[in-house]
């Protein structure tokens, strides 16, 4: 089955600097997501792509859609302490013009940052 | 706040025992997915419903069964609980707009523990 690869694991940063995490699959997808998650709390959608090449900004927040269509980065700049948290990639693929909502999930990368 | 809402917010039980999980999705989205997030395995594709109807399947235990209802809301239900069982659950509900179907937003979840 799909699988994805995300990395790094763990990030421990300092307030200020930028990050920079990636997921990586053996399949190609045609939707990537990238998904914050705090302590007790459901994901929540930052950023998606819909196409290969891609560049997506959120505020500090930029995304890109590989070319490949098998893998995709997240960067943060100028990071806040308000950051901390998991961030997840997940990658999706259509059948037939509709969605059939099956994400799967990078394993999270876990950032902290510190004042 | 996403707009999908989940009761009951923590679940305890014991093993054997059946539990249901609520899900009411964002106004307006037909599409309900629910998933599992566990330590070991992450964040598990189980089952989409689109508009009343089954459309996709992931590792769902056949112990476990979903349904839509007529006002959209969900129903995940879970039976001869065992301790592995426990685990985050989580619905999302996506747009029904083909510029962002893909999109899917997550409530935050009911804390299953199984004893």
């Known amino acids: 089955g799909q699988q994805l690869n995300q990395s790094p694991q763990s990030m421990f940063i300092q307030e200020g600097e930028d990050v920079s995490m990636n997921c990586t699959s053996s399949s190609i997808f045609n939707t990537w997501l990238w998904y914050k998650q705090e302590p007790g709390e459901g994901p929540v959608l930052l950023i998606a792509l819909y196409k290969a090449g891609e560049l997506t900004s959120n505020g500090r927040l930029t995304a890109q859609f590989g070319i490949t269509r098998k893998d995709s980065f997240l960067n943060i700049s100028a990071s806040i302490p308000s950051d901390v948290g998991i961030y997840f990639c997940?990658?999706?693929?259509?059948?037939?013009?509709?969605?059939?909502?099956?994400?799967?999930f990078g394993q999270g990368t876990i950032l902290t940052v510190h004042p | 706040d996403s707009g999908v809402t989940q009761t009951p917010k923590h679940l305890i039980t014991a093993t054997g025992q059946r539990v249901t999980l609520r899900c009411s999705p964002r106004?307006?989205?037909?599409?309900v997915y629910w998933y599992q997030q566990s330590l070991d395995q992450g964040l598990q594709f189980l089952i989409q419903?689109?508009?009343?109807?089954?459309?996709a399947k992931g590792n769902i235990l056949e112990r476990f069964s979903a349904q839509q209802f007529p006002d959209l809301h969900s129903e995940l239900n879970l039976s001869s609980l065992e301790l592995g069982d426990s685990a985050l659950y989580f619905c999302a509900s996506s747009p029904t707009s083909r510029a962002n179907y893909n999109e899917q937003f997550f409530g935050p979840g009911t804390r299953l523990t199984v004893l």
């Open positions: 419903y689109y508009n009343g109807e089954e459309r």
């Open positions: 106004s307006g989205d037909l599409s």
């Open positions: 997940a990658g999706l693929v259509n059948a037939g013009g509709t969605s059939y909502g099956k994400l799967t």
